[in-house]
């Protein structure tokens, strides 16, 4: 079975983007760019929200091309387009850059995708993410957390019909004072 994590920076307050999905927070230092990047290379599907989706791909397909990109960003755009990708949207007619639509029932698929042979998979996305949360799908959560309170937005977390038991199996800190945690979903014994 393949392990589903969902990764993304996230405010003190806990939020993924301010209100009207203001990101200019959580842009990364390039130590945390880097930790970002190495994570896309060592993912074997992500799974994208419509809207994640559509902040990414109006980026990083090209970004690579730009004059005034970095090696870090020129390798982040290769590793990126590279990445497979399912890109869930009712909305979205094409998808491209390594990625395939998926319009269906969400759970069934994540559920599909989990059962089958293959290494990890990220899950991108709040509103994604938290129907796969409250379906019980995400093996593991990384909150790469700012040092900055923003006052409300998209959360990170969900509202949630039951506890979810966590452990803590990583916490590294950024010397830009990005706190990194990951904890492991608990199964019942």
Same mark, same amino acid.
């Given at each position: 079975m393949r392990k589903l994590t969902? %990764?993304?920076?996230v405010s003190l307050d806990g939020y993924v983007a %301010? *209100?009207?999905d203001d990101l200019g927070w959580s842009v990364p230092s +390039?130590? &945390?760019?880097?930790?970002w990047s190495d994570r896309v290379a060592a993912t074997s599907l992500a799974l994208y929200g419509r809207r994640l989706w559509d902040t990414m791909s109006s980026h990083w397909p090209t970004a690579d091309q730009q004059p005034d990109a970095t090696e870090a960003e020129r390798e982040y755009a290769r590793r990126? /387009? %590279?990445? *497979?990708?399912a890109v869930f949207s009712s909305t979205t007619r094409t998808v491209d850059w390594n990625s395939r639509l998926v319009t269906g029932d969400a759970v069934a698929e994540i559920t599909r995708l989990k059962a089958e042979d293959g290494g990890p998979m990220d899950i991108a996305g709040a509103t994604l993410a938290a129907t796969a949360m409250r379906a019980g799908l995400i093996d593991e959560y990384v909150l790469a957390t700012a040092p900055v309170l923003v006052g409300g937005g #998209? *959360?990170?977390? #969900?509202? &949630? =019909? =039951? /506890?979810?038991? &966590? +452990? &803590?199996v990583e916490t590294r800190v950024f010397s830009n004072g990005v706190v990194l945690t990951r904890y492991r979903r608990r199964h019942a014994l």
């Open positions: 969902f %990764a993304m920076n %301010a *209100p009207g +390039d130590e &945390l760019f880097q930790w990126w /387009r %590279a990445m *497979p990708k #998209t *959360p990170f977390f #969900t509202v &949630l =019909d =039951d /506890r979810v038991h &966590l +452990d &803590l």
